[in-house]
């Protein structure tokens, strides 16, 4: 299975780009401050050269072999993930940073005794519900529970 965000959300951070690339040349052309302009054109360059095309390349794919998710900047993706293979059992919970926001973390108790904790991407939890109901479907044990403070 392979998740992906809906088509509309890339597309609408293209349209948010370019509107503020013709909000920036609407500025240059009525000759107000540069500067305004210089912000709009960032915003246009942001939205549109990294937000867009990261969006449209995020991705969490669960498999026979693997759950793993590619996110982040379309030119330094970040993968992360793990082998079913190698899992005994997922405890997710939630967990606060220092600033005290609460988010959610994936601790995957591995066969070999390790555990390790992951932070899953927006997508990853939107699809969460269907994710753990396909591990555990695949045989793997899958808790859900409060989990402390770091």
Known sequence: ?????PTYVPILAAVVAVLAAAV???????????????????????????????????????????????????????????????????????KRNSRGREYEVWLVHRRSGQTQEFDPGDLWEMNGPDIIERLRAKGIQVRQEAMGNP
């Open 1 to 5: 299975m392979v998740y992906t965000f």
């Open 24 to 94: 920036g040349a609407g500025i240059l052309w009525l000759r107000k401050p540069w500067s305004y302009a210089l912000v709009a054109f960032a915003v246009s360059a942001l939205l549109g050269g990294i937000l867009a095309p990261g969006l449209m390349l995020d991705r969490v794919v669960l498999d026979d072999e693997k759950l793993e998710q590619t996110t982040g900047f379309w030119f330094a993706p970040t993968v992360k993930g793990f082998r079913l293979a190698d899992v005994a059992a997922v405890t997710i919970g939630t």
